[in-house]
Every structure is written in C-alpha cells, then in structure tokens.
C-alpha cells in the first residue's frame, strides 16, 4: 500500500512535470549559420517587426527572437520565437496558427511529431506575396519557435525548423 501511495504521490507529478522542467528555463541565440542557410544581417527592420509581434504575442515572454536565413540559390527561412515559461504548449501552439493564418493565408495546420515529451508541432501551407510557404510552429513549456519556409515541402520545413530550434533554443535544465 506504501508503493502505491508513493507512486501515485510522487510518481504522478514527476510523470507530468518533467516536460516542464527539462524545458524551463531557456535561453535562445540565432547562430550564423544552419544547415545550408546563413544569417542574413540585412534584415534589421523585418527582425524588429518580427520581435515587435513576438513580444505582443506573448507579454509575459523573457527574451524574444527573429531571423532571417538564405542560402545562395534563394532559399529563404524567417524563424522567430520566444522563451518564457508555458503552462499549455499544445494549446499555445494551436494559437500561434492561428495567428497566423490571416497574415500567411494558411490552410489547416496538422500537428507534426516533434518525438520530445511536452512539446507541440503543427504545419500548414500558405502564401505570402504570391509566394508559396510552409509555416511550422514548435511550442514546449520553456520556449517557442515558429519558421516561414519558401521552396521545401511541409515534411521538409518541419525536419528543418527541429534542426533550427536545436540550435537557437538551449535548456538551462535537463
């Protein structure tokens, strides 16, 4: 009877709670270069205007960031997001497309598996300025990040904006 209470005592909340402490606190830093896709430094009022909207987006974020990436061949990847402690990643991540959908005209997003306990992915295609795009979103309890990717496939933009997030976003736990 001992086992059980302590399993359903503390087991439960550690089962539960673990997402949430492998994932909060994080910090989050654009580094020069991803895959095939190098920071552009041209970009400075659309990374403010990202910032601009992350931050509104969610006000009680701890550090907000943008991008934009390119590769030579014209390949292009705006990835943005924020850190800060999130109570419900899944439904945060379903606000965030649709946040988007006016702005990117965007179909209905489908969740993709991240493969990571706690954190939520969903994809859609859209357009924007008569480009087609596919925008993923990737939300856990210590962190967003959301990317807008021209000329790769959904499966494709998904696999890269976990490769991306991989290298913005850092656990300070786990």
């Known amino acids: 009877m001992l086992l059980l209470t302590l399993a359903c005592c503390c087991g439960c909340p550690a089962w539960f709670g673990r ?9 989050a ?10 920071l552009r430094a041209d970009s400075g009022p659309e990374v ?6 992350v931050r509104k987006a969610n006000l009680l974020a701890e550090d907000v960031y943008a991008g934009v990436y390119g590769t030579s061949d014209g390949k292009r990847v705006i990835v943005f997001g ?15 497309m649709v946040r988007l959908t006016d702005t990117f005209r965007l179909g209905t997003p489908q969740p993709v598996d991240s493969g990571v306990r706690g954190r939520y992915d ?5 357009s924007s ?10 939300v856990d309890h210590g962190s967003s990040a959301t990317g807008v990717f021209t000329r790769l496939s959904v ?9 991306m997030r991989a290298q913005i976003v850092t656990p300070k736990q786990g």
């Open 29 to 38: 830093a654009l580094p020069a270069q991803v895959a095939d896709l190098t």
């Open 129 to 138: 300025d008569g480009t087609d795009v596919v925008v993923c979103t990737s």
């Open 48 to 53: 403010e205007k990202l910032k601009t909207e």
């Open 122 to 126: 969903r994809c859609a295609t859209g």
């Open 82 to 96: 924020d850190t800060g402690f999130r109570l419900r990643p899944e439904s945060d991540a379903d606000d965030a």
């Open 155 to 163: 499966d494709d933009s998904a696999r890269l904006l976990a490769r």
């Open 19 to 27: 997402p949430a402490w492998q994932q909060y606190p994080a910090d």
